[in-house]
């Protein structure tokens, strides 16, 4: 039996009067990089804000680790090891990269000293030690998007939702962005990875979940949902045509 870290089952949640989510089902496999994919406004983020309890759903469950998640604050789901980044970058623009970070590590870390301790090593990993010192709020996306990695891995999760850290970086960041995560996962953290950038998702995915219109549409091995017809019409942009051929 699979170990899953992870147990979507049934979620869907009403916004405005509008279905935005209808019978969601997603499982990750512990260790394993899950990829989501969907056309703009399919309900992805949505997915993400329901896990990481920054929203609430009209029903459904959410069991992390076996345990459910629903009803809990994102503070507490941060700490119990899940943790996401945010499409829209957060991080608190008045402060330099390497306090960002600081305050991340801190969700997990009883003192300053003790946090400190993991930073230096993720602004290695993340090629952000030249910027150590920059003020947030100034850096261009690129930038912005590894220090949002950065920030929510100081928190030494056990699984992280990342939702298009790959957005916005150019051709070598999306390689060492791929190779960071691929790293991330070998190194026993479990990763769901929302990605527009067909290539790098079915790339570093085991796993791949399709989700249109609120619905599942499909999910399987990453040649399996290229090759899915549903997942074709869904998908006669670029993106697509990039993987199929
Ligand atoms: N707070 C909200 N109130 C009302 N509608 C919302 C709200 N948040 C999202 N929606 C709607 O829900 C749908 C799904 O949005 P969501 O952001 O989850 O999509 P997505 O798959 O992440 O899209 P993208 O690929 O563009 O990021 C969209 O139609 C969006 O307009
Ligand atoms: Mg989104």
């Given at each position: 039996m699979t170990d899953n870290i992870l147990e979507v089952k049934d979620l869907s949640i009403s916004l405005g009067g509008l279905k935005?989510?209808?019978n969601v089902n997603l499982t990750a496999a512990r260790g394993e990089i899950t990829g989501v994919i969907g056309p703009n406004g399919a309900g992805k983020t949505t997915l993400f804000n329901i896990v990481s309890g920054f929203m609430k759903p009209t029903s459904g469950s959410v069991k992390f680790n076996g345990a459910e998640?629903?009803?809990?604050l994102p503070e507490r789901i941060a700490k119990d090891g899940l943790v996401r980044t945010f499409q829209k970058v957060r991080g608190l623009?008045?402060?330099s990269v390497r306090e960002n970070v600081l305050v991340g590590a801190l969700n997990r870390r009883k003192t300053v000293r003790e946090a400190h301790e993991l930073v230096d090593p993720l602004l290695e990993q993340l090629g952000l030690m030249d910027y150590a010192?920059?003020?947030?709020?100034?850096?261009?996306i690129g930038l912005r998007k590894r220090l949002e990695v950065a920030r929510v891995l100081a928190a030494e999760p056990e699984l992280v939702l990342l939702d298009?850290?790959?957005?916005?970086?150019?051709p070598s960041e999306v390689q060492a962005m791929m190779d960071f995560i691929r790293q991330l996962a070998d190194g026993g953290t479990s990763v769901i990875l929302i990605e527009h950038h067909m290539k790098a998702v079915m790339g570093l995915s085991s796993h791949v979940v399709v989700l249109e219109r609120g619905r599942n549409l499909a999910e399987g091995t990453p040649s399996q949902v290229t090759q899915d017809p549903g997942v074709l019409t869904a998908y006669l942009g670029e993106g697509y045509q990039h993987v199929a051929h």
């Amino acid at each position: 039996m699979t170990d899953n870290i992870l147990e979507v089952k049934d979620l869907s949640i009403s916004l405005g009067g509008l279905k935005i989510l209808e019978n969601v089902n997603l499982t990750a496999a512990r260790g394993e990089i899950t990829g989501v994919i969907g056309p703009n406004g399919a309900g992805k983020t949505t997915l993400f804000n329901i896990v990481s309890g920054f929203m609430k759903p009209t029903s459904g469950s959410v069991k992390f680790n076996g345990a459910e998640l629903i009803g809990r604050l994102p503070e507490r789901i941060a700490k119990d090891g899940l943790v996401r980044t945010f499409q829209k970058v957060r991080g608190l623009t008045q402060l330099s990269v390497r306090e960002n970070v600081l305050v991340g590590a801190l969700n997990r870390r009883k003192t300053v000293r003790e946090a400190h301790e993991l930073v230096d090593p993720l602004l290695e990993q993340l090629g952000l030690m030249d910027y150590a010192e920059a003020i947030t709020g100034a850096l261009p996306i690129g930038l912005r998007k590894r220090l949002e990695v950065a920030r929510v891995l100081a928190a030494e999760p056990e699984l992280v939702l990342l939702d298009e850290v790959m957005g916005g970086l150019v051709p070598s960041e999306v390689q060492a962005m791929m190779d960071f995560i691929r790293q991330l996962a070998d190194g026993g953290t479990s990763v769901i990875l929302i990605e527009h950038h067909m290539k790098a998702v079915m790339g570093l995915s085991s796993h791949v979940v399709v989700l249109e219109r609120g619905r599942n549409l499909a999910e399987g091995t990453p040649s399996q949902v290229t090759q899915d017809p549903g997942v074709l019409t869904a998908y006669l942009g670029e993106g697509y045509q990039h993987v199929a051929h």
